[in-house]
């Protein structure tokens, strides 16, 4: 399974970016995905996820700024992020879990100035 993130980039606090990861593999439909960061110096946190069925969840701290979404014809999940800070800033990573194992992919820097 290989998963190839894209769209990152360097934005102002307040703009927006969406990223997206397209995966290679026929069971995408039953995966739970999910999209995860590292800022420098920190922990890997967990951003957001969506099961094989739509559901999903948010970190709190970016609840009402993130929404995670999936095309399963495309086998891919996307970030859209709004209202971004600077905070936000980090190595932002997609996982799937398919049966139990993880995968992962390489991850895209997001940069938010202030």
């Known amino acids: 399974v290989q998963l190839q993130a894209s769209g990152g980039g360097l934005v102002q606090a307040g703009g927006s970016l969406r990223l997206s990861c397209v995966a290679s593999t026929n069971f995408f439909s039953i995966s739970t995905m999910r999209w995860y960061r590292q800022a420098p110096g920190k922990q890997r946190e967990l951003v957001a996820s969506i099961s094989s069925v739509g559901s999903t969840n948010y970190a709190d701290s970016v609840k009402g700024r993130f929404t995670i979404s999936r095309d399963n014809a495309k086998n891919t999940v996307d970030l859209q992020m709004n209202s971004l800070k600077p905070e936000d800033t980090a190595i932002y990573s997609c996982?799937?879990?398919?049966?139990?194992?993880?995968?992962w992919g390489q991850g895209t820097q997001v940069t938010v100035s202030s």
């Open positions: 996982n799937a879990r398919i049966i139990s194992v993880d995968y």
